[in-house]
């Protein structure tokens, strides 16, 4: 009986051995390209029995066991549907879909690929979801699946992939709430929600990205106040929060928690209050856009410290009294030497156009005053 066990697993290790082999690699590509429409299979003419693998175009193989380690396929304009198959490339490591017309879906058996580091699927037409099976590439550093027609909520799984670094899933029909287990992508960098269908609160979890630099998240459904946990998050460089349903006012210590801010943009929301005068403590501020929201009270003249500042929205809100001294706070901006482009339209400053307004930056192109 041990003799049999022990023939039995040694016939299945040479079996598995023979299996995982460049011919299986072989096939596994030969089934992606089945898939592909005829039209374009021109592009993969390479991809034929007459070579081996690591010679086709835009195949990358490693130089110990000849094994498909890469595939880059991006700007092909290849139309078709991915096929399962690729899940059968158990040494891949980088994978580059980008800029095609795939349509479909993506395949669960991505899921296999457990030493995958590099996903681009962005710019096609995968619909569906987002496969769960995807918390099996563990080592997963770069996702991005931009600009598809992906649906359905997010999966909680993604939660467990804790060496992202990178999280694109901007412009998509994504919809539901953010799931709580992103907190634990404490590796994070860039998290890009924009332009999807999610709603709700933003998750107190977050707090916990405390390496994310960039943080998207406009153009979708997200309601409730300013998040508070974003107040945790010092190393932003990039905030847009455009067009939500966010209320509630900021915090008037803003600019002490989010020091290393230079781009913000919060327009097209609820926010009320004042704005603060905090914000002229983050020196390396860019852009400023706050427009079509119920803000009161004045422009800050601390903005005078923001050296770098090149654009100013505050146009469509309540700012400013109809008083004379309403227009005080262009003497700030005169310090602003880099500033291109300031809208204060549409407000309720009052007062006469002062003098010195001819001495805003001489790289002012846009002024709007209306």
């Known amino acids: 009986m041990k ?26 590509l030969l089934q992606f390209k089945s898939e592909v429409s005829e039209e374009k299979k ?8 007459s070579s081996p693998p690591c010679k086709w175009t835009g195949v990358t193989c490693g130089r110990k066991h000849k094994r498909v380690t890469g595939l880059d396929l991006g700007g092909f304009q290849l139309r078709g549907v991915i096929s399962p198959f690729i899940g059968n490339l158990s040494f891949l490591i980088s994978l580059n879909f980008s800029d095609n017309s795939f349509g479909g879906t993506i395949p669960q058996e991505l899921g296999n690929l457990f030493r995958l580091q590099y996903l681009d699927m962005s710019f096609n037409f995968l619909g569906g979801g987002i496969p769960a099976s995807l918390v099996n590439c563990s080592k997963l550093s770069y996702l991005v699946l931009f600009s598809n027609h992906l649906g359905q909520d997010l999966p909680p799984e993604l939660g467990s ?11 998509n029909n994504l919809k539901g709430k953010l799931p709580v287990s992103l907190g634990n ?15 709700g609160e933003i998750p107190d979890a ?12 406009h153009m979708n459904h997200f309601s409730g106040v300013f998040p508070p946990a974003i107040y945790d998050l010092s190393s932003l460089t990039l905030l ?11 915090r008037p210590d803003f600019g002490k928690l989010l020091p290393n801010l230079q781009i913000f943009t919060i327009g097209s929301n609820f926010l009320t209050g004042a704005i ?60 602003c030497t880099q500033l291109q482009s300031l809208d204060v339209s549409f ?19 846009q002024l709007f005053l209306q």
Request: no cysteine.
């Open 240 to 250: 847009n929060m455009y067009v939500n349903g966010f209320s509630g006012s900021l």
């Open 276 to 335: 603060p005068s905090t914000l002229a403590n983050i020196s390396n501020l860019q852009l400023l856009d706050m427009e079509v929201n119920s803000l009161t009270g004045g422009v800050p003249p601390s903005f005078a410290k923001i050296r770098y500042l090149q654009t100013l929205n505050l146009n469509l809100n309540s700012l400013g009294s109809f008083s004379a001294g309403d227009l005080e706070f262009l003497v700030a901006l005169t310090n």
């Open 3 to 28: 003799l049999f066990l022990f023939l039995s697993f040694s016939a299945l290790m040479l079996l598995e051995s023979f299996g995982n082999s460049q011919e299986t690699d072989q096939q596994a």
């Open 161 to 171: 992939l804790s060496k992202l670094d990178t999280l694109v899933l901007s412009r």
């Open 185 to 199: 992508l404490t590796a994070l960098r860039g998290l890009y929600f924009g332009e999807n269908k999610l709603e």
């Open 206 to 217: 977050i707090a916990r990205l405390t390496q994310i630099e960039d943080l998207v998240f």
């Open 42 to 49: 021109i592009v993969l003419s390479s991809w034929n029995n």
């Open 347 to 365: 407000n309720r400053l009052g007062g006469d156009l002062p003098a010195y307004i001819a001495n805003l930056s001489i790289n002012l192109n």
